[in-house]
């Protein structure tokens, strides 16, 4: 297994849609297997393809930050394909966007569709926490950053505050 390298905004391959994973082989195994390393690693509850520049859909996480293994959860082409009318929201953070972190809305409650690594279909009914997980990892797959879903004025406080950064890692 590997550590792979996670990009961070203003990466244009995080603007990026995923497509269907057609064929689960050995590289797209590998894949996953080094994705799973990389997020415990970071350590972060979650991680999709597209943070790791890997346009095939996958997501991986695991709420309880890899203090039991069994609930980490790998998902082929994840879609949602119910959510509630009611909302809510958390604090998040992506390893995609360091230094910042922001209340989202989400749905409070979500169905998924979607397949395990073994290619079985699955579906998954999830509320709070999890929901908020899933919907910011199928998020990424579609091109998504959750500064994209925060208000205007905090976006730009946080482009000005990377632009700046970049500026002096420059000198
Ligand atoms: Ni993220």
């Given at each position: ?43 972060g ?90 919907q ?13 879903r925060?208000?205007a ?17 420059e000198?």
């Amino acid at each position: 297994m590997a550590l792979l390298d996670i990009l961070t905004y203003p990466d244009k391959f995080l603007t990026k849609t995923a497509k269907p994973v057609v064929n689960i082989d050995g590289a797209l195994n590998k894949t996953i297997d080094d994705m799973i390393e990389t997020m415990y690693n970071a350590p972060g509850i979650g991680l999709a393809s597209i943070q790791v520049g890997c346009d095939k859909s996958v997501i991986v996480y695991d709420p309880s930050h890899g203090e039991e293994r069994k609930s980490l959860t790998v998902l082929l082409n994840p879609k949602i394909i119910e959510t509630c009318g009611e909302t809510v929201s958390e604090n998040e953070g992506c390893l995609s966007v360091p230094d910042f972190r922001s209340d989202v809305k989400r749905s409070a409650s979500l169905i998924i569709e979607a397949l395990d690594r073994d290619g079985k279909p699955l579906k998954i009914e999830a509320e709070e926490h999890l929901a908020i997980i899933l919907q910011h990892e199928i998020d990424h797959l579609n091109g998504i950053l959750f500064i994209d879903r925060v208000s205007a004025l905090k976006r730009e406080l946080y482009k000005r505050h990377i632009k700046k950064q970049l500026k002096q890692n420059e000198k």
